[in-house]
């Protein structure tokens, strides 16, 4: 009879301690679980921002003062800010080094450049070479913009050169986009200073 009562006493135990784990579970403050859940929300865009247009000012090989524009649209229905760029160079027969302190953003286009934008920090991934591109201040949905990266000279060999282009919406959980390649072509011939 003692073991009986024994073994039923170790199961109310048990039975009273996953009921008071439970309880505390269901009482947690619905705030606390209201402020986990936004910080974890991820942003997007609605509409996605598309690249327009890329563009080098100077398109012969192994040129000095070039500037590459990338002109980028975020649609008035896109619901999201755009704050990051990420540029990385896809294709290409050479490796182009850039001068990241150089980079500069406008509204509008590199035809049509109108205030110019603050940016708060531009990096390079030293293995895979990825720019990244924070601006102070996010862009609003409706807005045309271009960035522009300033290598330190163009390429030494002529051809087809691809940029991919990511965004990423402000927020504390941005979800990126790719928007897909810029072309830029260079040429081996009268613009190009070097050319041997």
Do not use: C
Request: net charge positive; glycine share 6%.
């Amino acid at each position: 009879m003692p073991k009986i009562n024994s073994a039923l006493l170790k199961i109310a135990v048990t039975l009273i301690s996953i009921v008071t784990l439970e309880l505390s579970v269901i009482a947690r403050p619905i705030s606390a679980q209201t402020t986990i859940s936004q910080s974890q929300t991820p942003s997007f865009f609605r509409k996605s921002p598309r690249l327009l247009d890329a563009f080098a000012t100077h398109s012969g090989v192994r040129m000095w003062s070039a500037t590459y524009y990338f002109d980028l649209v975020i649609p008035a229905d896109a619901e999201a800010s755009l704050q990051t760029i990420v540029i990385n160079q896809r294709r290409g027969m050479d490796e182009i080094n850039f001068d990241l302190k150089k980079t500069v953003a406008y509204l509008g286009n590199h035809r049509h450049k109108e205030e110019q934008l603050a940016i708060k920090n531009v990096s390079q991934d030293e293995k895979t070479k990825v720019i990244t591109i924070v601006l102070s201040n996010p862009i609003s949905p409706g807005k045309n913009f271009t960035v522009g990266l300033k290598p330190k000279r163009n390429p030494d060999y002529e051809g087809e050169y691809l940029f991919g282009v990511t965004v990423f919406p402000a927020g504390n959980n941005p979800r990126g986009l790719y928007l897909g390649p810029g072309r830029l072509h260079f040429y081996r011939g009268n613009d190009s200073l070097f050319d041997l």
